[in-house]
């Protein structure tokens, strides 16, 4: 479909909408949540205040608008819009053909500075990048682990929810190995999660990795992964 500045699915045309949908209450309880205050790991980040069921019905509305204004959503100041686009890169992935998946892949990669949230991340890690290196080289997942960025780390963790659901742990718990020392909670959180996952599909996967390394598990990391084992194993693994 041909399209125009002047058309509906322009990026202009766009933020009308998104923008009309706003709450100013709504924006500074996001403010709050999502740490965009001095010194948090969303410093500077801007909210309209838009609820994501909200966010993700827009997405559906707008699944057709060109990669043009789905980038200059992705390059917003504003969160809403930035979670639009992600959205929309996921869409477009999961609808086209190999050689167009790719793309988006290639452009989701290009663009990450712009996916600098954990909700971000968690909304497309494990749909656009898990899927993409399922069958071939994950060698990038590693890389991202090493990445000085937060987001690429956390890239890195969560695109192994779509391993984990087709049954292969191996990569989710050797990144959780090389993210044991990570400094930030973000982390600790997203690589607990994973491990939990892996348990609740194979929980000899997550009890070998908790008999190696509960001693050295961040704490946070460490409550996320037992928390859907039994009370009285969760008691005996936090009592080391």
Same mark, same amino acid.
């Given at each position: 479909?041909?399209?125009?500045? %002047?058309?509906?699915?322009?990026?202009?045309?766009?933020?009308?909408?998104?923008?009309?949908?706003?709450?100013?209450?709504?924006?500074?309880?996001?403010?709050?949540?999502?740490?965009?205050?001095?010194? !948090?790991?969303? !410093?500077?980040?801007?909210?309209?205040?838009?609820?994501?069921?909200?966010?993700?019905?827009?997405?559906?509305?707008?699944?057709?608008?060109?990669?043009?204004? @789905?980038?200059?959503?992705?390059?917003?100041?504003?969160?809403?819009?930035? &979670?639009?686009?992600?959205?929309?890169? @996921?869409?477009?992935?999961? +609808?086209?053909?190999?050689?167009?998946?790719?793309?988006?892949?290639?452009?989701?990669?290009?663009?990450?500075?712009?996916?600098?949230?954990?909700?971000?991340?968690?909304?497309?890690?494990?749909?656009?990048?898990?899927?993409?290196?399922?069958?071939?080289?994950?060698?990038? &997942?590693?890389? &991202?682990?090493?990445?000085?960025? &937060?987001?690429?780390?956390?890239?890195?963790?969560?695109?192994?929810?779509?391993?984990?659901? %087709?049954?292969?742990? #191996?990569?989710?718990?050797?990144?959780? #190995?090389?993210?044991?020392?990570?400094? !930030?909670?973000?982390?600790?959180?997203?690589?607990?999660?994973?491990?939990?996952?892996?348990?609740?599909?194979?929980?000899?996967?997550?009890?070998?990795?908790?008999?190696?390394?509960?001693?050295?598990?961040? +704490?946070?990391?460490?409550?996320?992964?037992? !928390?859907?084992?039994?009370?009285?194993?969760?008691?005996?693994?936090?009592?080391?």
């Amino acid at each position: 479909m041909k399209t125009t500045a %002047n058309t509906p699915l322009s990026a202009k045309a766009i933020r009308e909408v998104v923008r009309a949908r706003g709450d100013a209450d709504i924006a500074r309880h996001s403010a709050g949540f999502f740490k965009a205050g001095p010194g !948090e790991y969303g !410093e500077g980040d801007r909210f309209l205040g838009i609820r994501v069921p909200v966010t993700r019905q827009l997405a559906k509305q707008f699944r057709d608008a060109p990669e043009r204004s @789905v980038l200059a959503l992705l390059k917003s100041p504003y969160h809403e819009e930035r &979670l639009l686009a992600v959205l929309l890169l @996921v869409s477009r992935y999961q +609808r086209a053909g190999r050689d167009e998946r790719r793309h988006v892949f290639d452009t989701y990669l290009s663009h990450r500075q712009y996916v600098n949230n954990w909700d971000l991340v968690d909304s497309s890690a494990h749909l656009i990048v898990g899927p993409e290196l399922e069958d071939g080289d994950r060698s990038l &997942l590693y890389e &991202l682990a090493e990445s000085e960025s &937060l987001w690429d780390r956390r890239i890195a963790i969560i695109a192994t929810l779509r391993f984990i659901r %087709n049954g292969d742990f #191996r990569d989710t718990v050797k990144l959780s #190995r090389i993210l044991l020392k990570d400094p !930030e909670d973000l982390i600790h959180k997203a690589s607990g999660w994973m491990l939990r996952e892996a348990g609740k599909r194979d929980v000899s996967v997550l009890r070998n990795f908790l008999k190696r390394h509960s001693k050295s598990m961040p +704490r946070t990391m460490l409550r996320y992964a037992i !928390e859907k084992l039994p009370a009285t194993e969760r008691r005996r693994w936090l009592s080391g």
